[in-house]
């Protein structure tokens, strides 16, 4: 998953200090924009998807995480026409599964959670009825309406030159309330997705500017290892290292 | 790393419409019992067909009907059944509120009624008691007609 450093990556790689027990993790405080929602609008005229966040590291693990995005959907088939339109917010917390020494500060590979909630509009522009007494076509006036979702994700992200990172995201969202109408309730609301069901999937490509604000450095804290004939090897250093962590300042 | 996401991106983007699998009709279900047992009777021969719309049978000399569904006029607020028990006919009129309700993004949209008590001409039928007087897609039974 992870490319091998390039030559200018080794350079700029965190120094690992004390013979490699300890490294030096730049924090960052990242500003990113999803590209798969216009990449789709591209191609399929009925959904807008607009998303940027924002995230804040905290140490060398827990990063601060801030959405906000803007959807505009649109779906029509043969017995009714349906669009939604609004905006969403989603704060929560992300965590870095990387060893301070392979992430060095510039790689991600982990999971967020986030509590969601949208702030939306839809109609029903018409829809069509036939039974016994032959047919008829109405509509369902717009509406506004608030949801809640929590959302589960994860992915992995690269700072491909410096300060520039691309990564994606595989989210399942859990809908906690749809705010809206029981009988004709929105078929999809923005930051949610298709709301028929409890659970929605989605992935998302970014693009991320990280701004770098501080240096900590992260101790790589020496494990020993159980080995066959542990009587033998007692007091063999070498062969007892493994790699761990310690965060020992800033 | 690129190409696994983009792939999925998509695959999603063309996945095609769901097929529609579920009750898209809401039918008031009405079942028959016996006046003078109280138990379930199912009429030996039943006919029925809507009051204005007496070129099309609901049921035609149908046997052994336990349930009959009997579809309400959205565009109104009342309609009437001409019902024939055992050769003998009668009329049931239905008022209702009817009300739009997403069934799911892949059937679209029904209605759902909230039923008054209905008048019958009592020829054959004795009695009708409201069990239910929301109308919905699910197999909840509405009405009993007791003749």
Same mark, same amino acid.
């Given at each position: 998953?992870?490319?091998?450093?390039?030559?200018?990556?080794?350079?700029?790689?965190?120094?690992?200090?004390?013979?490699?027990?300890? #490294?030096?993790?730049?924090?960052?405080?990242?500003?990113?924009?999803?590209?798969?929602? !216009?990449?789709?609008?591209?191609?399929?005229?009925?959904?807008?998807?607009?998303?940027?966040?924002?995230?804040?590291?905290?140490?060398?693990?827990?990063?601060?995480? +801030?959405?906000?995005?803007?959807?505009?959907?649109?779906?029509?088939?043969?017995?009714?026409?349906?669009?939604?339109?609004?905006?969403?917010?989603?704060?929560?917390?992300?965590?870095?599964?990387?060893?301070?020494?392979?992430?060095?500060?510039?790689?991600?590979?982990?999971?967020?959670?986030?509590?969601?909630?949208?702030?939306?509009?839809?109609?029903?522009?018409?829809?069509?009825?036939?039974?016994?007494?032959?047919?008829?076509?109405?509509?369902?006036?717009?509406?506004? +309406?608030?949801?809640?979702?929590?959302?589960?994700?994860?992915?992995?992200?690269?700072?491909?030159?410096?300060?520039?990172?691309?990564?994606?995201?595989?989210?399942?969202?859990?809908?906690?309330?749809?705010?809206?109408?029981?009988?004709?309730?929105?078929?999809?609301?923005?930051?949610?997705?298709?709301?028929?069901?409890?659970?929605?999937?989605?992935?998302?490509?970014?693009?991320?500017?990280?701004?770098?604000?501080?240096?900590?450095?992260?101790?790589?804290? !020496?494990? !020993?290892?159980?080995?066959?004939?542990?009587?033998?090897?007692?007091?063999?250093?070498?062969?007892?290292?493994?790699?761990?962590?310690?965060?020992?300042?800033? | 790393?690129?190409? #696994?996401?983009?792939?999925?991106?998509?695959?999603?983007?063309?996945?095609?419409?769901?097929?529609?699998?579920?009750?898209?009709?809401?039918?008031?279900?009405?079942?028959?019992?016996?006046?003078?047992?109280?138990?379930?009777?199912? !009429?030996?021969?039943?006919?029925?067909?809507?009051?204005?719309?007496?070129?099309?049978?609901?049921?035609?000399?149908?046997?052994?009907?336990?349930?009959?569904?009997?579809?309400?006029?959205?565009?109104?607020?009342?309609?009437?059944?001409? #019902?024939?028990?055992?050769?003998?006919?009668?009329?049931?009129?239905?008022?209702?509120?009817?009300?739009?309700?997403?069934?799911?993004?892949?059937?679209?949209?029904?209605?759902?009624?909230?039923?008054?008590?209905?008048?019958?001409?009592?020829?054959?039928?004795?009695?009708?008691? #409201?069990?239910?007087?929301?109308?919905?897609?699910? +197999?909840?039974?509405?009405?009993?007609?007791?003749?």
């Amino acid at each position: 998953m992870l490319a091998p450093l390039s030559a200018q990556e080794a350079v700029e790689a965190p120094e690992a200090t004390a013979a490699t027990d300890s #490294v030096d993790i730049q924090l960052k405080i990242r500003a990113g924009v999803e590209i798969a929602g !216009p990449a789709i609008y591209l191609t399929d005229k009925n959904i807008l998807n607009l998303e940027a966040y924002c995230s804040f590291d905290l140490n060398e693990v827990r990063s601060i995480y +801030a959405g906000a995005g803007f959807t505009d959907y649109h779906y029509s088939q043969y017995n009714y026409s349906f669009s939604a339109k609004g905006s969403f917010l989603k704060a929560g917390m992300d965590f870095n599964l990387l060893r301070p020494e392979m992430a060095e500060g510039r790689y991600w590979a982990g999971l967020g959670l986030r509590y969601g909630i949208s702030r939306f509009s839809y109609e029903t522009a018409s829809f069509s009825y036939e039974n016994y007494w032959g047919s008829t076509t109405s509509s369902v006036p717009r509406q506004s +309406a608030w949801g809640h979702f929590i959302e589960a994700s994860g992915g992995f992200r690269a700072e491909l030159f410096k300060n520039f990172s691309i990564g994606w995201m595989v989210s399942a969202r859990k809908l906690i309330y749809s705010g809206a109408d029981k009988h004709v309730s929105p078929i999809y609301f923005p930051g949610y997705g298709e709301s028929g069901s409890s659970f929605s999937f989605a992935i998302n490509y970014f693009l991320t500017w990280n701004i770098p604000y501080k240096k900590i450095r992260v101790q790589i804290k !020496p494990e !020993p290892v159980e080995e066959p004939g542990d009587e033998e090897t007692e007091g063999n250093d070498d062969f007892s290292r493994n790699v761990g962590r310690q965060r020992i300042g800033s | 790393m690129i190409l #696994v996401p983009v792939v999925m991106i998509f695959s999603i983007v063309a996945c095609s419409p769901g097929s529609c699998f579920e009750e898209t009709n809401a039918l008031v279900k009405s079942t028959f019992y016996s006046d003078t047992s109280g138990l379930m009777a199912s !009429p030996d021969s039943l006919s029925i067909y809507g009051g204005a719309n007496d070129t099309t049978l609901i049921y035609n000399r149908s046997q052994k009907v336990e349930r009959a569904l009997l579809p309400l006029d959205a565009s109104e607020t009342e309609c009437s059944f001409v #019902v024939e028990i055992n050769g003998v006919t009668d009329t049931i009129t239905f008022t209702y509120n009817s009300y739009p309700h997403l069934i799911s993004k892949e059937c679209g949209y029904t209605y759902y009624y909230t039923i008054e008590d209905p008048l019958f001409t009592g020829n054959i039928i004795d009695k009708i008691t #409201v069990t239910k007087n929301t109308v919905t897609t699910l +197999a909840e039974e509405n009405i009993r007609i007791y003749y």
